[in-house]
């Protein structure tokens, strides 16, 4: 049987996914991986994935992570705690941070610059992909600047690149049951992309699949991706994972990793125009990571150093650099190590140096330690809790006599 007749349709796309047999779409979407990548590489990325707050005003329904305003589980990380969390990522042989956190009002567009130029200064290669675009909407929002103005600013101060997340599903009746049309619609999600992409920013591409979105919506999600990419060509790569609904007011089951692989599979066929497809074994595990190599995956994402936000939704699988390697390794490809450009920075960098081995999973702070960092105590407070939470504190410090005081250092 034809399935498509030259680029595919969103009508085509939609008839593959409900009657294609799983084994064929595979078998196509390996055909288009490879005719993309026929030297057999599969590249991965040595960085971290560090949230910096969870305290967040959005309220997603899917989400596990995130803590109110004022809640005492809510935390800010100090710049200290960032700068020690890259150099153990340096120790390890990366050279990235992925960072990302909550919609947190008490943290202005001035702490973030200060943040970026902080890193550039102590580790000036280092690389920050920073920032999910309803991140830049929320700072935009809190410091009555453009989108593009904020993208100026935070590239000024070090912004390298811009990772997909808060995507979900780029269609407002799906964003609006899932309680994230406030942080961004599908237009101003797609909006923060195209001005990056404009300013020489490469970015990429998510989907989270598994809620309440139809198959039809799941494909206009592709297909809105595409046609992005046909505009401005600033898409590196495209991840798409599955909701985990452990801990989530929203609840339910998670799709299977049939569902997972189908879907995998058809973003290769419908995005024609991306080079790299993820292969999302956070939330799948490694096996069903190491079958996504045949169904239209061709890079295994981010060896894994520190996770909190799925592992607040139950997902807890690990692998360092041995077992990614291991696993592409088995599967028939050759391990690659690349940057955020997607370029080959070389083979595995345990077979060139001893690096210390990380099996146990990183979290933000270790369990009890909420509260916000030093620094961030700096910046003017914008809500009313944190207001409220600093003046409690300095009247305590106050009432202390001068002898049971902490030492300023
Ligand atoms: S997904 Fe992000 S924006 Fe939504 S509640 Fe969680 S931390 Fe906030």
């Given at each position: 049987m034809c399935w498509m007749s030259g680029r595919l349709t969103r009508d085509e796309a939609l008839r593959l996914y409900r009657s294609a047999p799983t084994s064929q779409l595979g078998r196509m979407a390996d055909d288009a991986r490879r005719a993309r990548h026929p030297d057999g590489i599969v590249t991965y990325i040595i960085d971290r994935?560090?949230?910096?707050?969870?305290?967040?005003?959005?309220?997603?329904?899917?989400?596990?992570f995130y803590r109110d305003v004022g809640s005492r589980e809510g935390y800010a990380l100090s710049f200290d705690e960032i700068y020690?969390?890259?150099?153990?990522?340096?120790?390890?042989?990366?050279?990235?941070?992925l960072l990302q956190g909550g919609h947190n009002p008490d943290i202005p567009l001035g702490w973030y610059e200060d943040l970026f130029r902080g890193v550039k200064s102590r580790y000036p290669d280092f690389r920050l992909h920073a920032l999910s675009p309803p991140e830049v909407i929320h700072i935009s929002r809190l410091s009555r600047l453009t989108v593009p103005e904020v993208i100026d600013r935070l590239v000024a101060a070090g912004l390298?690149?811009?990772?997909?997340?808060?995507?979900?599903?780029?269609?407002?009746?799906?964003?609006?049951?899932?309680?994230?049309?406030?942080?961004?619609?599908?237009?101003?999600?797609?909006?923060?992309?195209?001005?990056?992409?404009?300013?020489?920013?490469?970015?990429?591409?998510t989907m989270m699949y598994?809620?309440?979105?139809?198959?039809?919506?799941?494909?206009?999600?592709?297909?809105?991706?595409?046609?992005?990419?046909?505009?401005?060509?600033?898409?590196?790569?495209?991840?798409?994972?599955?909701?985990?609904?452990?801990?989530?007011?929203?609840?339910?089951?998670?799709?299977?990793?049939?569902?997972?692989?189908?879907?995998?599979?058809?973003?290769?066929?419908?995005?024609?125009?991306?080079?790299?497809?993820?292969?999302?074994?956070?939330?799948?595990?490694?096996?069903?990571?190491?079958?996504?190599?045949?169904?239209?995956?061709?890079?295994?994402?981010?060896?894994?150093?520190e996770e909190n936000v799925v592992r607040a939704a139950g997902a807890e699988y690990c692998m360092d650099e041995f077992e990614v390697v291991r696993n592409i390794e088995s599967a028939g490809f050759i391990p690659k190590r690349r940057n955020m450009h997607y370029a080959v920075l070389g083979d595995p960098i345990f077979r060139e140096r001893d690096v210390p081995r990380m099996l146990e999973l990183a979290v933000a702070r270790a369990d009890g330690r909420a509260g916000e960092g030093s620094d961030l105590q700096a910046y003017e407070a914008r809500s009313a809790a944190m207001r409220r939470a600093r003046q409690h504190a300095s009247i305590a410090a106050s009432s202390l006599a001068p002898s049971d005081r902490p030492a300023a250092d």
């Open positions: 994935n560090v949230n910096y707050t969870n305290v967040c005003v959005a309220k997603c329904r899917f989400c596990a020690r969390k890259i150099d153990e990522t340096m120790a390890l042989g990366g050279g990235q941070l390298d690149s811009i990772p997909g997340g808060g995507a979900e599903i780029l269609v407002d009746r799906v964003r609006k049951l899932l309680h994230c049309d406030n942080k961004a619609t599908a237009d101003e999600w797609l909006g923060v992309m195209r001005h990056a992409h404009r300013k020489g920013l490469r970015t990429t591409a598994g809620t309440v979105e139809t198959m039809e919506e799941r494909i206009e999600h592709l297909f809105r991706l595409r046609e992005l990419q046909d505009e401005t060509g600033g898409f590196t790569a495209f991840i798409a994972w599955s909701f985990q609904p452990e801990h989530t007011e929203l609840g339910g089951v998670e799709a299977t990793g049939v569902e997972y692989l189908r879907t995998l599979a058809l973003a290769r066929l419908v995005l024609d125009n991306f080079d790299n497809l993820q292969a999302s074994w956070v939330t799948q595990g490694g096996k069903v990571g190491q079958l996504s190599l045949a169904y239209g995956a061709n890079d295994m994402g981010s060896v894994m150093i």
